[in-house]
Structures are given as structure tokens and as C-alpha cells.
């Protein structure tokens, strides 16, 4: 029985294999390659900036958080771990001289005009870099 | 006539030999064509979404990452694209088993079947084919005539590779079944 129904499967598949398949116009072809010659040849995509905002978002919500309650905390936990008071006393008066220092470098206006044009075009070259990634398929 | 790998049409086509596209399109022309006609049903629209479908193809040629096989990737684009066109024109679609099932056993077909001119069980083979659902025919069409694997046809359209087995032995049951039908018209 089992031969049986093997045998005619196979005796059907072959009929359909015998069977032509559709055929489009004979100038299909044709066709589809005039409308590509008339057309550039690659067409580079790009991601838009949307989706990888929307899907960096959650993280960078997270990591503000967790700062904020590092930063804020009086928890008793954090004072073995060099936490809030590791940070005010030994890392913030280093950033308070870095940022006396950077005053005193904008406060002449050539340099804050170079630093503009210099970090906005850093940014563009960055931004471009990134929107350049092609899609996967 | 004999082609090339798809892989090798592609490198040229990449390397900037435009015209190595059309072989790429002679060779899959038919069955995409055939992949859109069982779901649109309409020559001109079958052949509409095959052009689009392959214009479409060929611009994201560079993206395409070998992953799986170029005719799997073109496939799914064409049953995508057909399965979309037929949501805006032809929202109802025929259940896939409202079918009749007559009295006669699969050992009266068998015995009687093969005595019967090779020419007329090809004419039998396809009124039977013509009785099956547009989503039968697509299926048989991409695992006979595609010569697709199971797994293929699961990425193709979406299904389960288990739903793509049980569907394509129901399809096989029923052929068998309207084939039996045929054969008593022919011997009578």
C-alpha cells in the first residue's frame, strides 16, 4: 500500500514537471532591460536616522537614570564603592579646572570660531559616515 | 538553453556588466511570472508585478547578502508584492480545502491510469491541475516546477515547513483524486 502510494506520487509529480510553465510576453525581457539602461545602475540606500534613535533611546534614558541616582543618592551602599562623595571631592574639581581652562580658551573669539567650524563639520563627517550604511537584505 | 549559477550573473551585473541581467531575468522569467499569474489570476498584472518585481531587484542587487539563495530572495519579493496587489483588488480569496471528494480508490486510479496515451494524462494532469485553489497551484508550481525545497518554500511564503508538507500531501491526494475523475472521462 505504502509502495503503492509512493509510485503514484512519483507518477504525478512527473506529470506536473512535464507541464510548461507560464510565460510572460516575449519581449519581457527586453523591456526590462530598456527600463534599466534608462536608470542609474545602483541606487545606494540609506537607513534613515529614525529607527536607530527610537531603538538608542531606552539605554541612553537608562544610563541618566542610573547617573542621577549615582550622582544623588545618599544610600548608604554607595559610600564603600567611591560613589558620591569619591565624585565631589576628588573628580569634580578636576572638571571645574578643565572647564575654568576651556572659558579662558573661548573667551578669544578666533578660537571659539575655529572650534565652531571644526567641531560642526566633525559632526556633519560623522553624521554622513553613519547615514552611508547600507540596508541588509 | 543552459545557465549559469545565479552567483555568477550577479558578480557581473555588480562589476558593472548590465547586460548580464537579462540572462539572470530569462532565467527566472517564467516562474516569476507563474509565481504572480497563480495569485493574481490576470496576465497584465502578473506580468506588471514580475517587471516591477525584478527592476526592483536589480536596484537592490548590492544589498542583497547571499544569505540565502537569489531565487528564494526574488521569490519572496514576487509573492510579496502579488500577495499585496491582490489584497487591494481581490480581498476574497478561495479556502484552500473546499474541495469535493468523490468515490473512487487510489488502486482503480493506479491500475488504470498508466494504460492511457502520455498525451492525453498531460491534458488530464493539467484540467486537474486547473481544479486546484490559486494557493495549490502556487505551491505545487514553486516545488515541482521550481524544484524549491521545503524549507525554500517556508521563507517564500511565510508558512511553517510542517504546514508546507501537509498542504503539499493534501494537494497530492487531491490531484490523485481529479485525476480519477479524468481518467473515467477518458475510458469512457
Known amino acids: 500500500m505504502e509502495n503503492e502510494e509512493i509510485r503514484n506520487d512519483d507518477y504525478i509529480s512527473n506529470l506536473i514537471r512535464q507541464t510548461p510553465l507560464d510565460c510572460p510576453a516575449d519581449d519581457f525581457v527586453d523591456r526590462i532591460m530598456a527600463a534599466i539602461q534608462t536608470e542609474p545602475l545602483v541606487v545606494s540606500e540609506r537607513k ?3 529607527p536607530y534613535i527610537k531603538s538608542t533611546l531606552p539605554y541612553a534614558a537608562l544610563v541618566i537614570f542610573c547617573l542621577l541616582i549615582f550622582a544623588t543618592s545618599d544610600l548608604p551602599f554607595m559610600n564603600g564603592i567611591h560613589g558620591k562623595g ?48 547600507r540596508t541588509a537584505f | ?24 531575468v530569462a532565467k527566472h522569467k517564467n ?11 490576470n496576465r497584465e498584472d502578473a506580468e506588471e508585478i514580475a517587471q516591477d518585481c525584478f527592476l526592483k531587484v536589480f536596484h537592490a542587487l548590492k544589498t542583497f547578502e547571499r544569505k540565502s539563495k537569489f531565487s528564494t530572495w526574488l521569490y519572496r519579493i514576487v509573492y510579496n508584492a502579488a500577495i499585496s496587489r491582490t489584497r487591494k483588488k481581490k480581498p476574497d ?14 488502486e482503480e486510479v493506479s491500475e488504470g491510469i498508466y494504460d492511457i496515451d502520455p498525451d492525453i494524462q498531460k491534458a488530464m494532469i493539467e484540467k486537474a491541475m486547473q481544479k486546484l485553489t490559486d494557493d495549490e497551484n502556487l505551491l ?44 473515467n472521462r477518458a475510458l469512457a
Open chain 1, 86 to 133: 569619591y565624585i565631589m571631592n576628588e573628580i569634580m574639581p578636576y572638571i571645574g579646572t578643565l572647564i575654568a581652562s576651556l572659558k579662558a580658551a573661548f573667551a578669544s573669539k578666533y578660537v571659539t570660531w575655529g572650534l565652531l567650524v571644526g567641531i560642526a563639520g566633525g559632526l556633519l563627517f560623522l553624521v554622513d559616515r553613519f547615514l552611508s550604511r
Open chain 2, 31 to 41: 516562474l516569476v511570472f507563474s509565481i504572480a499569474l497563480k495569485i493574481l489570476n
Open chain 2, 1 to 24: 538553453m543552459k545557465y549559469h549559477d545565479d552567483n555568477y550573473y550577479i558578480d557581473r551585473v555588480l562589476s558593472g556588466d548590465v547586460g548580464a541581467y537579462a540572462q539572470l
Open chain 2, 140 to 183: 505545487i508550481t514553486l516545488f515541482y516546477k521550481g524544484e524549491n525545497s521545503i524549507e525554500d518554500i517556508s521563507v517564500i511564503t511565510g508558512l511553517t515547513m510542517s504546514n508546507v508538507k501537509v498542504r503539499l500531501h493534501r494537494i497530492r491526494k487531491k490531484l490523485h483524486e481529479e485525476l480519477s475523475v479524468e481518467m
Open chain 2, 93 to 106: 480569496l478561495v479556502p484552500m480545502d473546499n474541495y469535493v471528494i468523490n468515490n473512487h480508490t487510489e
Open chain 1, 48 to 50: 534613515t536616522f529614525l
